[in-house]
């Protein structure tokens, strides 16, 4: 046993480097730029740079676009995902041609969909694009991630509750949506944690670094910061965005053990 448990360590090695490489050391050096008053003069200076970020009023209006955007855009992308998986379900294998097409918004260019979007909605005057191309960009995948999550439900169940008088929107939120709960925890998680990467697709469509101010995200304030070489307040915003998705993470992993 001791053997096995050395090899299986053994096999860990690697992706634990790699890991410690790529993700913890820079992540403390992120917090050690945080926590100085500048790549220069390297003077420590505590917690300043973050109560200088909190009070900055374009963090405050990032922030707030990004948590809009968790609040009005993340329901609506799991809720689209969800129903295409049941869609996709009803057709009992038919149309498998289905399945692949909703990966395709993935492999397809942003730059190439911004000019589609930029045709179809000109100069609107909201986030409304944004919100449609984040939608439309990462609804493939949660389609996957429900579809495989229906592929190990037991047809048995779903033939009890409809002798019982279960049918339609009563058998998902009665049936379905209980028994794939997790994974329904795991794709919110996954939806939360890509909407604070949304940068490029608004980037493009706006062509500047400072778009309205509907759709200034936090990964636009870092963005700037960084090429202002701003490095102690790019240090700590991106801090405190990390703290906010472990935070979110972690409520969610808590609710998932809880109804597991």
């Known amino acids: 046993m001791r053997k096995y448990l050395l090899k299986c360590r053994l096999f860990l090695l690697p992706s634990l480097l790699g890991v410690a490489l790529f993700y913890v050391f820079p992540y403390l050096r992120v917090i050690y730029y945080s926590l100085i008053e500048n790549q220069f003069s390297k003077k420590f200076v505590g917690l300043k740079n973050y109560f200088a970020v909190l009070q900055n009023t ?4 990032a922030l707030r676009n990004s948590l809009l955007l968790i609040v009005i ?3 609506v992308l799991v809720a689209v995902a969800f129903l295409l998986s049941v869609l996709l379900l009803r057709m009992n294998g038919r149309w498998k041609i289905l399945r692949i097409a909703f990966i395709f918004p993935m492999l397809v260019p942003t730059a190439s969909l911004v000019v589609v979007w930029r045709t179809l909605f000109g100069t609107e005057g909201s986030a409304l694009p944004v919100y449609l191309l984040f939608i439309y ?8 991630l429900f579809s495989a999550a229906f592929s190990t439900l037991d047809n048995a169940v779903f033939e009890a509750a409809r002798i019982d008088g279960a049918h339609g929107f009563t058998m998902h939120r009665k049936v379905t949506l209980p028994l794939i709960y997790p994974t329904l925890l795991f794709v919110v998680l996954i939806a939360v944690v890509y909407s604070f990467k949304v940068f490029r697709e608004s980037y493009l469509y706006f062509g500047t670094s400072y778009p309205p101010d509907h759709s200034y995200t936090l990964q636009y304030y870092m963005n700037n910061h960084f ?5 102690q ?13 472990y935070l979110i993470v972690f409520v969610g992993v808590k ?6």
């Open 58 to 61: 374009y963090f405050r209006l």
């Open 73 to 75: 855009a993340v329901p």
């Open 137 to 144: 960009k990462n609804v493939g995948l949660l389609v996957i």
């Open 227 to 231: 090429f202002k070489l701003n490095y």
């Open 233 to 245: 307040y790019l240090a700590s915003g991106a801090v405190l965005t990390s703290l906010i998705i």
């Open 255 to 260: 609710l998932q053990k809880r109804f597991a």
